[in-house]
């Protein structure tokens, strides 16, 4: 049997070939509005405090005596030291900042256990540095509204007045910035009068206009963007991040079903966008943990206003942990239907925990880092001695049957003062030893000079004599002593010869 076809025009039209999904989306900007609140005055106490910080500490003096660099906190490239008020930390001993390091993480791990983000929504600098711009860019061209309406206008005299205005205050605060980075590498008020003069070197000019460069891009421009793609740490935060951590959430059980005020039936969201309006990243708190939220809280503070005006209670979106959000929920959902508004529910109050196995094991972690760095900042010895023995010859035999090994003794005195020391060579078979420009004091003891602050270089060449028994390896100690005769560093070598 033939199968009869319908007409053309019945037949249904082939579905169109589905549009291509763009490998990379157009940024949607955002435009934040401003907003005031307990949440905001905390974001603007920590925003000062750091800038602040960063500004006002190159500038700090600290005496450090003659010859020293007085500034308290100072990065000193070119005589490979690092300053800190009275610690003066040397290249040999980067396992300090190394310390520091695994300090700051751990403590980043503790905080991001405890509270969720909030590094990333108070103190991080992308953060801090963003609201500072964006203050600007209200300040100069107003709120949400109005820059929305300024970016779709037309340009004109005004739109491009207020434009530049904010890029210049923008590449200004860019400039301090970066001049203030420069600073914590050279002394601060040189430096200052070397940009503004021409005087600055090439290096100090490039690193200058880099990190400038760097903050008007990143806080002026990217924003959002760094936080959402760039920075590395909400990729992985989660894994710090338990149901007892204190995070940013709005709490569904009272506010679902969303609806007007005056509804019957409904929660109390009355889906005014205000917490999607001042949030820096542009998401919707009300859709759960999402990767974009820094957790900075001004969406508490939107919905707490909206909450005051409508005479409800305060707290819609709360820092809360999730195990009070879930035990919440399961409460409201057990009650019977309320016939009017049912966003009162049956908020579950617990006392968040934060002694739990993850925060101790953090608290331990910390204690042992920090006991370690203190310890051996305590037994920190000022002066230190390093005995490089000669590898090309390993010895020489002498015509006469005696053997020598030459060594390079470095001594480092990390003292403003320059004492002199007594050098003593300490091995089971008698040794001739030498110390090129060292005063001898018989016994094999020779009286060497340190360099203040600075390391001091000596050749030492031991021999043993022919008629010593023949050894083909002997333990060595080079020590150094005080005027006292106490021990102030010993290092231990060894005594090559030939084999038997």
């Known amino acids: 049997m033939s199968t009869i076809q319908p007409p053309n025009r019945l037949r249904p039209a082939p579905a169109a070939p589905a549009a291509a999904q763009p490998l990379y989306a157009s940024r949607q900007k955002v435009y934040p509005k401003a907003v005031g609140g307990t949440v905001r005055r905390a974001k603007w106490a920590v925003l000062i405090l750091c800038l602040a910080a960063y500004y006002i500490v190159p ?3 600290w005496d450090r005596g003659p010859g020293a660099p007085d500034q308290a906190v100072l990065v000193d490239l070119a005589h490979g030291r690092l300053f800190f008020f009275f610690i003066e930390i040397w290249p040999q001993e980067v396992y300090f900042l190394t310390g520091l390091l695994v300090l700051g993480a751990i403590g980043l791990f503790v905080a991001t256990s405890l509270f969720g983000r909030v590094w990333c929504g108070f103190a991080c600098p992308q953060t801090v540095w963003t609201d500072l711009f964006m203050w600007v860019e209200r300040l100069i061209q107003g709120d949400r509204n109005e820059r929305m309406r300024l970016d779709k206008a037309p340009w004109s005299w005004a739109k491009a007045r207020k434009k530049g205005l904010t890029h210049a205050a923008w590449l200004l605060i860019a400039a301090a910035t970066g001049g203030a980075w420069i600073m914590y590498f050279n002394d ?3 430096v200052t009068v070397d940009l503004l003069t021409g005087g600055a070197s090439t290096e100090v000019y490039f690193f200058f206009a880099l990190f400038s460069g760097t903050t008007y891009l990143l806080a002026g421009w990217a924003r959002e963007q760094v936080c959402t793609y760039m920075c590395p740490w909400p990729r992985f935060q989660a894994a710090m991040l338990d149901e007892n951590s204190l995070v940013v959430t709005y709490r569904d059980w009272r506010g679902e079903p969303r609806g007007k005020a005056k509804e019957d039936g409904v929660g109390d969201c009355v889906d005014c966008h205000a917490c999607v309006n001042v949030c820096p990243t542009g998401i919707d708190i009300r859709d759960g943990q999402q990767l974009e939220c820094i957790g900075c809280g001004l969406c508490i503070d939107a919905c707490d206003d909206i909450m005051k005006r409508l005479d409800r209670p305060k707290g819609l979106i709360a820092f809360e942990t999730l195990a009070n959000l879930a035990a919440s929920t399961a409460a409201t959902r057990a009650l019977p239907p309320a016939p009017t508004r049912c966003g009162a529910g ?15 094991l953090y608290a331990a972690m910390l204690t042992a880092v920090a006991g ?3 310890g051996a900042m ?7 001695l390093s005995v490089l023995r000669d590898r090309a010859p390993l010895f020489v035999a002498l015509s006469d049957g005696a053997v020598r090994n030459a060594f390079t003794l470095k001594i480092a005195n990390k003292d403003r003062e320059s004492p ?3 050098l003593d060579l300490v091995s089971p078979q008698p040794l001739q030893v030498q110390v090129q420009e060292a005063a001898p004091l018989g016994g094999n003891r020779f009286r060497v000079t340190t360099r203040a602050d600075g390391i001091t270089q000596w050749r030492v060449l031991a021999t043993r004599p022919a008629d010593a028994a023949p050894r083909e390896t002997m333990d060595i100690t080079f020590r150094l002593l005080d005027a006292q005769g ?5 290092e231990h070598s060894v005594f090559l010869g030939p084999r038997r």
């Open 59 to 61: 500038w700090l003096r």
């Open 188 to 190: 601060a008020p040189t």
């Open 346 to 360: 049956m908020a579950v109050r617990r006392t968040p925990r934060f002694i739990r196995p993850r925060t101790l």
């Open 372 to 374: 370690v760095m203190l």
């Open 378 to 384: 305590v037994l920190r010895q000022t002066v230190t």
């Open 420 to 422: 002199a020391l007594v």
């Open 486 to 490: 106490r021990v102030v560093v010993t």
